[in-house]
């Protein structure tokens, strides 16, 4: 849902840019774990605006949904 700040562009909250220790708090991952997922390509996709680096709110509500599970034999790759 999209609300409108007075005086300016829509607010969409999923586009709301968190740093990299908020994100770890959010998604129970390490810093250092974000960190080396960026290095090789994996995990929630990031901004990098200069030499911050940022997440936007929702790429990580992506990531969490794409790795819900129903039971440990439950492989993802469908929504639940």
Known sequence: ?????????PFDPDLTLLSEGQTAQITGKAVSTLQK????????PFVKLGRSVR???G???????KN??????D???RVA
């Open 1 to 9: 849902m999209q609300t409108k700040l007075p005086g300016s562009l």
């Open 37 to 44: 997922e960026r290095v090789s390509g994996g995990g929630i």
């Open 55 to 57: 997440y936007r709110l």
């Open 59 to 65: 790429d990580i509500k992506a990531h969490i949904a």
């Open 68 to 73: 819900v599970r129903r039971s440990t034999s």
């Open 75 to 77: 492989a993802g790759g």
